[in-house]
Nanobody, 118 residues
Framework: QVQLVESGGGLVQPGGSLRLSCAAS????????MRWYRQAPGKERELVAG????????TYADSVKGRFRISRDDAKNTVYLQMNSLKSEDTAVYYC???????????WGQGTQVTVSS
């Protein structure tokens, strides 16, 4: 049974930091690129950050470059999103996604709420 379980969300003040985690099970984690998406109220889901299956390539949305960092630990089947210098516009539900390019298979987590507010 495939599972992606996000954790680490919460309420933080502007300028603060959070680290999201996504624990994967039920599939070969090392064979998948991992991505974080987010969806704010009334907006479409957007790609925030991605990391290749090897961990050697990372990509970021322009809005989070220099503030967020994605990483993965294949020994723990976990992907992380370190979020620094948080802004109110980062408020959203953050989703973890596993993607395998050669057959376009992907899996989604249930999401974790991040709220940036004073």
């Amino acid at each position: 049974q495939v599972q992606l379980v996000e954790s680490g969300g919460g309420l933080v003040q502007p300028g603060g930091s959070l680290r999201l985690s996504c624990a994967a099970s039920g599939f070969t984690f090392s064979g998948y690129a991992m991505r974080w998406y987010r969806q704010a109220p009334g907006k479409e889901r957007e790609l925030v950050a991605g990391i290749s299956s090897s961990g050697g390539v990372t990509t970021y949305a322009d809005s989070v470059k220099g503030r967020f960092r994605i990483s993965r630990d294949d020994a723990k089947n976990t992907v992380y999103l370190q979020m620094n210098s948080l802004k109110s516009e980062d408020t959203a539900v953050y989703y973890c996604n596993a993607y395998r390019g050669w057959d376009s298979r992907d899996y989604w987590g249930q999401g974790t709420q991040v709220t940036v507010s004073s």
